[in-house]
């Protein structure tokens, strides 16, 4: 099963829009009416919708997973971008995403109830 993602705000919009061009199942929550959403919202959705949450925010999301867990709740993943990958750098976030979904793609494993870390290209 291909990978989905939903970028929450803290991520680069272009690089969403470059992802999907390059055939990646992306989108954003300015995309989806989501602008102003809690993490909580973000995370729900996403859930709703089998996608795995991208996102810089490790604070709150780290937070929401644990409750997740501790309520039995299933999610369909949580990648963390890297503070060190600069919001600006859409091509680093793009290689970054490209990265990460070859290398889970081939070992086909899946993000359920899990989090990882994308690498700064």
């Not at 995309?31 to 996608?51: F, K, Y």
């Not at 309520?71 to 091509?91: A, H, I, M, T």
């Not at 680093?92 to 290209?121: D, F, K, Y």
């Amino acid at each position: 099963m291909p990978f989905r993602f939903l970028f929450d705000e803290h991520v680069s919009k272009p690089a969403c829009d470059a992802l999907r061009a390059r055939g990646v199942d992306v989108t954003h929550v300015l995309d989806i009416g989501l602008a102003r959403a809690s993490d909580a919202e973000v995370l729900a959705r996403a859930a709703s919708e089998a996608r795995i949450v991208v996102t810089r925010n490790y604070r709150d999301f780290a937070a929401l997973v644990e409750a997740y867990r501790a309520g039995g709740k299933r999610f369909p993943g949580v990648l963390f971008l890297p503070v060190s990958l600069s919001q600006s750098d859409v091509g680093a976030h793009v290689r970054a995403m490209e990265e990460w979904i070859a290398g889970r793609g081939a070992e086909g494993e899946s993000m359920e109830n899990r989090v990882g870390w994308l690498s700064a290209p």
